[in-house]
């Protein structure tokens, strides 16, 4: 037991780093996509084309005063922006990057990660209740409705693969996909994946579902009052979570870190990096839907089509088993 | 409970305070502004909010007020003209052109030809600098960060041509009692001529894009639907009146310069909602591109000033006039007293802003936080002009 501890806390310490330098990249990414979609260059003048921006950013924003407003919960408020990013790092414990490179190997990798990632909808409401400000409060009262909704067509896409792979763990869901893409699970379940993905737009306030920062209406939503690293924080635990999620998309749909030719993980890194690019573009390319349509998206079409995919996806594994296994 | 005490007890200033005396229970009362993103300026609206639901909504103006009005019972009448470049800076030169327009209507000041052109050139121009503006900053109000930009690519372009005849970018004092500064020269016509296909291959792609895309058409369509009735109580006039089916265009019904000799179609929209007036003003960037087109075929050579122009000491002679153009935004008119003196003695300014805003707070009731933000942002208020 000691052996496996001290992996996992050597790796919560890799990843720790890997995510803020990860975090550091995507902000510049995320600027330099963004500033071509706009033809404009995006950030250039800090360090060749611009590459030292983000670390600029995040030295001025450690710099800057924390401030907390008048009658606000001085516990809460401070509470929320370290429990918004920590339970993210648990989140990639069992990730399989390459060929048994993971921290974790637990049978119940899907479930955990699932599990976990409810704590960043909590954290968004303790800020949001915390500030004492009524744009803060309407954006946090929003991320409630919105990640519980979200969060079940994700779950029920997510099991539709697990049906058919008939493991949770992370690591058997990619030894069980092909090396080539019309092994990976995306084939078989190509509407849990557009499910998950607009689920994972959903679950982790992206453009064009970030309503609970929506800010032509709640001027910045849960985190209006937070400066410095407070707003910091939130903003780190955005990146860190939009790569949870498409990593968890690439394990489950794309192969994870199977692949023809190139190393294990490197694959896993390039396809992580496409789905997180898909992101990006959707980002700045699209306007926000409304608070009534988002609902409406998840309970009237994500929801049922989700039911749908996992029950027909039940029937034929069980069909499959008596056809082919007895 | 006891955190909703402590907000109810920061009780607001007089209008907050006021506000608050009508508030249902149970209720938020949210200030959107002065400071907010979507309210483009300092433009307040108190709010009372349901969950998302919006209550009622006030707005609350005077916060960019700066005494046009005033200050023109201190200045002279070509003194003056500075001011009106300031009142609305999206179309600067509509209100140049309504007051000049009142002095010369008053003083009997006839126009050369060639002035008249230029000065449809440069407001057309402006408009659709106006409406580009308006466009980009809408859709940042929908969520929709790119597009802003392309419009200020295009709104860049016409402000390099305006700005060799004008020397400004923004706040034009360009239109002289009796003409215009300077003529418009050959490079100038030039760029002009090479800005309008231009624009035409833009339009297209920006209906292609952002116009007919899905999650833009469900925010804006059946939101915000004023009845026409609704805009004749109010005054609203402009893309604002014409989205809601009510054909009234003052270039067309109370004519004024070159604009009868000008073939143009004045778009309407029956849909009357956030849609319709979106609609019209993408409709008349391309109706403002045919006017300018007429007019650089049409233009005459001659003098852009009359002769023996009024000078800045010059007195107005004595009476009363009213006149109004067509501005980006509605019916800019210009009601102007002189009692013969050094200065004028009354200037009252009818800005179309003002009127147009005054719906929202009938229209904005029992709409959803975001709808009233869309609703707020197609009026395109300009803050300045409302309060003057």
């Known amino acids: 037991m000691p052996t496996e501890l001290i992996r996992i806390l050597i790796s919560l310490v890799a990843f720790a780093a890997a995510v803020g330098l990860i975090a550091l990249v995507m902000v510049w990414v995320e600027r330099k996509v963004c500033g071509h979609i706009q033809r404009r260059p995006g950030p250039y003048e800090v360090g060749p084309w611009g590459l030292l921006q983000p670390l600029a950013d995040a030295l001025k924003l450690m710099g800057k005063q924390l401030v907390m407003p008048d009658q606000a919960d001085p516990f809460l408020y401070w509470l929320a922006p370290i429990l918004v990013f920590v339970p993210v790092l648990l989140l990639y414990l069992p990730l399989p990057v390459g060929d048994g490179l993971y921290a974790l190997d637990i049978n119940l990798g899907v479930l955990l990660i699932i599990a976990f990632a409810g704590f960043t909808g909590l954290s968004m409401i303790l800020g949001g209740w915390a500030q004492n400000n009524k744009y803060a409060l309407l954006g946090a009262a929003r991320t409630v409705s919105q990640s519980v909704a979200y969060e079940i067509p994700m779950l029920l896409s997510v099991l539709a693969v697990c049906f058919v792979s008939g493991s949770l763990n992370m690591a058997a869901v990619v030894k069980e996909q092909g090396t080539w893409p019309w092994n990976w699970n995306v084939m078989t379940q190509p509407l849990a994946f557009v499910i998950y993905i607009v689920s994972a737009l959903g679950e982790t306030n992206r453009a064009p579902f970030d309503l609970p920062e929506a800010e032509s209406e709640l001027t910045a939503g849960y985190h209006t009052e937070y400066s410095g690293m407070g707003f910091g924080m939130f903003f780190l635990a955005e990146y860190a979570n939009m790569i949870v999620v498409a990593s968890v998309a690439t394990v489950l749909f794309l192969g994870g870190w199977q692949g023809p030719v190139l190393p294990g993980p490197l694959w896993f890194l390039l396809k992580v990096s496409l789905l997180v690019l898909l992101f990006v573009f959707f980002r700045w390319t699209y306007p926000r839907v409304r608070f009534d349509q988002l609902l409406n998206i998840n309970w009237k079409w994500l929801m049922p089509l989700a039911v749908a995919n996992l029950a027909l996806t039940a029937f034929f594994v069980k069909v499959a088993q008596y056809a082919f296994v007895k | ?388």
């Open chain 2, 1 to 388: 409970m006891t955190r909703n005490a402590d907000m109810e007890q920061v009780a607001g200033d007089f209008y907050a305070e006021n506000f608050a005396k009508d508030a249902s229970e149970g209720s938020l009362i949210l200030n959107l502004g002065p400071q907010h993103p979507s309210t483009h300026g300092v433009l307040r609206v108190l709010v009372e909010l349901d969950g998302e639901y919006v209550l009622r909504a006030e707005p609350v103006i005077g916060y960019l007020h700066r005494m046009h009005e005033k200050m023109a019972e201190v200045k002279t009448a070509a003194q003056y003209i500075p001011n009106m470049g300031r009142v609305d800076y999206g179309h600067a030169i509509a209100w140049n052109w309504a007051f000049v327009g009142a002095v010369e209507r008053l003083a009997g000041i006839e126009v050369p030809p060639r002035a008249e052109y230029v000065r449809v050139i440069t407001c057309e121009l402006n408009r659709i600098a106006s409406h580009l503006l308006w466009w980009g900053a809408y859709l940042l109000d929908l969520g929709a960060f790119t597009p802003i930009m392309y419009a200020f690519d295009d709104r860049e372009k016409i402000l390099d041509i305006l700005q060799s005849p004008t020397g400004a970018r923004l706040t034009f004092s360009y239109f002289r009692i009796g003409g215009v500064a300077r003529d418009l020269d050959e490079d100038c016509v030039k760029a002009i001529r090479e800005f309008i296909p231009w624009m035409r291959s833009r339009l297209p792609m920006y209906k292609e894009f952002v116009s007919d895309n899905i999650i833009l058409r469900r925010r804006i369509e059946g939101v915000g639907v004023f009845e026409p009735d609704l805009c004749r109580r109010y005054g609203a006039t402009g893309p604002v009146s014409r989205g809601s089916g009510l054909a009234y265009d003052v270039r067309r019904d109370e004519p004024y310069s070159v604009y009868p000799k000008l073939d143009f179609v004045v778009p309407t929209s029956d849909l009357m909602d956030a849609r319709g007036r979106y609609d019209v003003r993408m409709e008349e960037m391309a109706q403002s591109l045919n006017i300018i087109e007429s007019c650089l075929d049409q233009m005459p050579e001659g003098d852009t000033l009359v002769k023996g122009a009024p000078k800045p000491s010059w007195k107005v002679p004595k009476g009363e006039t009213y006149f109004a153009v067509e501005g980006g935004r509605g019916k800019i008119g210009v009601h102007l007293v002189s009692d013969g003196g050094k200065n004028m003695y009354r200037v009252k300014l009818r800005s179309p802003s003002y009127s147009n805003l005054s719906l929202f707070a009938e229209a904005s009731r029992g709409t959803l936080l975001a709808d009233a933000v869309a609703i707020l942002g197609s009026l395109d208020l300009i803050i300045p002009e409302i309060d003057r």
